[in-house]
């Protein structure tokens, strides 16, 4: 089974959160964890990122951490995705070693793929595709968006924004290369984590 599915963290760590983690990764189809705490210090991030480190590496899943290239650092994650307000790229790839993987959001704009690419990342994130309640205010994306990128870069295309069980499979049918999913999983009224993930086939 090849794993498509980009993970993104929950917003708060609960106690109960690293239980959940272990059963969703057992599924054996997620590639990517970004870990993505805007609300929490750098020390805490650290202390929870090392904790995940190991559950991600036990399960074989690359663990991503969001914004921080310094963080990423301290955890020895394996990369470091990075917004439109963060470090440049250029300066991320100084910080960390040259194998580790840096992604960069460019939301719906042809301009920032077309920067981006210049900088060499090892894979973009284009979005938001449906209406998303991690980031309610961010632009619907034009979906002929993902063709025109598979033509400009061989590069792995990110799909973020609103993905749940029920829109995943359009997605696919464009060509994308991961789903990142984050609410569907951890904030889904009705469906326990493991149960969540298993929707995506």
């Given at each position: 089974?090849s794993?498509?599915?980009?993970?993104?963290?929950?917003?708060?760590?609960?106690?109960?959160?690293?239980?959940d983690?272990?059963?969703?990764?057992s599924?054996?189809?997620?590639?990517?964890?970004?870990?993505?705490?805007?609300?929490?210090?750098?020390s805490?991030i650290v202390?929870?990122?090392?904790?995940?480190k190991?559950i991600?590496?036990?399960?074989?899943v690359k663990l991503?951490?969001?914004?921080?290239?310094?963080?990423?650092k301290?955890?020895?994650?394996?990369g470091?995705h990075?917004?439109?307000?963060?470090k440049p790229?250029?300066?991320?790839?100084?910080i960390?070693?040259?194998?580790?993987?840096l992604?960069?959001?460019?939301?719906?704009?042809k301009?920032?793929?077309?920067?981006a690419l210049?900088?060499?990342?090892?894979y973009i994130?284009?979005?938001?595709?449906f209406?998303s309640?991690?980031k309610p205010?961010?632009k619907k994306?034009k979906?002929n968006?993902?063709g025109?990128?598979k033509?400009?870069?061989?590069l792995?295309i990110?799909?973020i924004?609103?993905i749940?069980?029920r829109?995943?499979?359009s997605?696919?049918?464009?060509?994308?290369?991961?789903?990142?999913?984050?609410s569907?999983?951890?904030?889904n009224?009705?469906?326990?984590p493991?149960?969540?993930?298993?929707?995506?086939n």
């Amino acid at each position: 089974m090849s794993r498509f599915i980009y993970l993104i963290s929950p917003n708060k760590i609960s106690p109960k959160f690293y239980k959940d983690l272990e059963d969703v990764l057992s599924t054996r189809k997620v590639k990517y964890f970004q870990l993505r705490l805007k609300k929490y210090s750098v020390s805490e991030i650290v202390k929870i990122g090392k904790k995940i480190k190991y559950i991600t590496k036990k399960h074989k899943v690359k663990l991503i951490i969001n914004d921080s290239p310094l963080i990423a650092k301290k955890i020895n994650a394996d990369g470091c995705h990075l917004g439109q307000s963060d470090k440049p790229i250029e300066k991320a790839r100084r910080i960390l070693k040259k194998n580790k993987i840096l992604g960069v959001t460019c939301h719906g704009s042809k301009e920032l793929i077309l920067n981006a690419l210049i900088k060499k990342p090892n894979y973009i994130a284009l979005g938001s595709f449906f209406k998303s309640k991690l980031k309610p205010k961010a632009k619907k994306v034009k979906k002929n968006l993902v063709g025109w990128c598979k033509q400009k870069t061989k590069l792995p295309i990110v799909a973020i924004g609103g993905i749940n069980g029920r829109n995943y499979k359009s997605l696919i049918k464009l060509g994308v290369n991961y789903l990142a999913i984050s609410s569907f999983i951890w904030n889904n009224p009705r469906l326990k984590p493991k149960k969540a993930i298993k929707q995506f086939n």
